[in-house]
């Protein structure tokens, strides 16, 4: 898995509420909000984050979405952790990464999906 950021916790109460951080590519900078959707969920499967991230004029636009996901198996099974998609008409396709706790901030880490074997 390769790095791609780092954020860090900036709102009260759960670590997971809101992280800010930069996501940095070869293609792709930006100063990036992961925030909490407050509420009861529309469906099991609806993204538990929101995704933000300023504009050119520096305004906040919504760019994707993320899901609260627990670590099945290795030693951190039992673990939270946030899978991210984000995606833009600018994009040739979305950027899905991952968004680990590791201590006092979270690692953005990124790796190339495998082919599944028939």
């Given at each position: 898995m390769s790095k791609i950021g780092t954020l860090k916790q900036t709102g009260p109460g759960d670590f997971w509420s809101d992280l800010r951080?930069?996501?940095r590519t070869l293609s792709f900078k930006g100063e990036i909000r992961i925030a909490i959707i407050v509420g009861?969920?529309?469906s099991p499967g609806a993204p538990t984050h929101r995704v933000f991230m300023r504009d050119a004029e520096g305004d906040h636009m919504e760019l994707g979405s993320a899901w609260t996901k627990t670590l099945n198996?290795?030693?951190n099974a039992g673990e939270t952790f946030?899978?991210?998609t984000l995606d833009?008409?600018?994009f040739s396709h979305p950027l899905n990464f991952a968004v680990f706790k590791d201590g006092e901030t979270a690692?953005?880490?990124w790796r190339r999906r495998q082919e599944q074997a028939a």
């Open positions: 951080g930069e996501i009861t969920p529309i198996r290795g030693p946030l899978s991210v833009d008409p600018s690692n953005a880490t």
